[in-house]
């Protein structure tokens, strides 16, 4: 009789780096790969992650929640900090919470538009918020500050994709990102060992691409009226 499979296949980035050079036939299946080849495809590795991370990803959406200060302006936002999450790349929605536990939506807004507002420390209900990426960690500003019954908000970030930090590391993607990941890094490793990348290698990549791409969407209803006279 027979038995079903699992639905738990995982790779490592030895894999992903051994599959894409095998793949360009740069070394021979039972060769040791030179040490200064691995940490080449491992930084081309990792840097093709943090491209991939620019995307609106749906498995990189996370809700972090958040205690207000009534009169705190900003917070920062990174791992330890105010807001103890590792850096977000941006900030997608955000809600608080009243005092009969309702969540209300709050305007995500630009640098320009939070700087052009009125005094920053008024302590009301929370009605806007502006995350600043920067570069070692982030901050969030709020305005208003929030007073004693408008204290808690949820925010949806996009969070960063983890670093591969070592041999055994597995990709901080769902399975389907597997191969087209092997492809893309093959791609860029190319005009190392073959001169230039492949014609087909860059029509395969590219395929793939779009592939993971088009399936990576927010299934959401759609509706239509018709104009106003």
């Known amino acids: ?76 936002v990174g791992t330890g900090l105010n807001i103890d999450t590792a850096r977000p790349l941006r900030l997608l929605h955000a809600r608080r919470t009243d005092g009969s536990g309702n969540q209300i939506a709050m305007d995500v807004v630009s640098r320009q538009y939070y700087m052009d507002l009125t005094t920053k420390s008024t302590q009301s209900a929370c009605l806007q918020v502006y995350y600043d990426p920067q570069l070692a960690n982030g901050v969030l500003y709020c305005w208003p500050t929030g007073d004693t019954n408008n204290t808690s908000i949820t925010l949806t970030f996009q969070r960063p994709i983890e670093d591969f930090d070592a041999t055994g590391n597995n990709p901080d993607l769902p399975p389907e990102w597997h191969l087209p990941l092997v492809t893309l890094l093959a ?35 759609m509706s239509f009226q018709p104009a106003s006279m």
């Open 187 to 221: 791609r860029r490793l190319a005009p190392s060992y073959l001169g230039s990348a492949p014609q087909w290698l860059q029509v395969e990549s590219e395929q793939m691409m779009q592939m993971v791409e088009s399936w990576d969407e927010e299934e959401a209803p």
């Open 1 to 76: 009789m027979a038995t079903s499979g699992s639905t738990d296949f995982n790779t490592t980035e030895s894999s992903i780096i051994d599959d894409a050079l095998l793949m360009l036939n740069a070394f021979d299946q039972e060769e040791t790969i030179p040490a200064a080849d691995y940490a080449k495809a491992r930084r081309m590795l990792n840097m093709l992650k943090n491209m991939l991370a620019t995307k609106a990803n749906l498995w990189t959406t996370t809700d972090v929640d958040h205690t207000l200060t009534p009169g705190t302006e900003s917070y920062t």
